[in-house]
């Protein structure tokens, strides 16, 4: 009885405390439920000794009890036969009986007082019992929901500081445009390198056209030979004009 006292005093002193060390109070308070379980056995074993032992004390009782009677009995027929000295001795032996019976019947109050005491502290740790039980069950919600609760937290956390995200994309964006932009330098570069090289051709052609037949007129002049006829002329000064016209639209 003395230990199961003690074991609920240490519970009640010391249960703040352990949860408050406990890295998992779900687990901790699991490992009380298991050693009160173990005492909780214990006691019960105590028990079932003590109703044993209980028993033999009553039964012994009885049995002094009886052996009395008995002996009251045998005096009471030494008297009718008047042997009165075998009266004495059977009524010395009902007291000596009596006398023992009277210090079992001690012992079995003073046992009964015991186990009685040990019951009710068997059923008191049986309510303990079931008292953790109930909390754990409503410490153990309130533990996953602490815990579901940290991690949204976390996770929050770590979704608002996205400054160092954004500054990369920022960087990456800036380097994609200017990328982009080069590209475009490149291809406009491109398109007018091919247009102008593309006219220049032309231009080379139909000035060197010209200038053959300029030549060509010239030196027929030196020669003395005739002059070209009309239809020469006027394809010479069809491109005249076809040049001059190319180079104004330039």
Known sequence: ???????????????????????DPE????????????????????????LALQKGLERDTEKEHKEAEKWEQKAILAVQNEKDDLAKEA????????RSAADFEKQLE???????????????????????KRKKGILSAKQKQAEAQEKIYQTMEGLGDTSGTMETIERMEEKVEKMQARAEAYQEIGLESGKDSLESKFEELEHNSVDMDMELLELKK???????DEETEKKQVLIRSNYNCFTFNR
């Not at 009524?91 to 009596?98: A, D, G, I, Q, S």
């Open 1 to 23: 009885m003395g230990i199961l006292l003690r074991l609920f005093n240490l519970f009640r002193s010391n249960a703040s405390d352990l949860l408050d060390r406990a890295e």
């Open 27 to 50: 687990k901790m308070l699991q490992q009380m439920l298991s050693d009160l379980e173990i005492q909780k056995r214990k006691a019960k074993q105590q028990m079932t000794e003590a």
């Open 91 to 98: 009524l010395t032996r009902k007291n000596e009986y009596l």
């Open 110 to 132: 003073m046992h009964q007082n015991n186990a009685e005491a040990l019951r009710s502290s068997y059923q008191t740790m049986e309510d303990k019992i079931d008292e953790i």
């Open 222 to 228: 030196r020669a003395a030979l005739p002059a070209p």
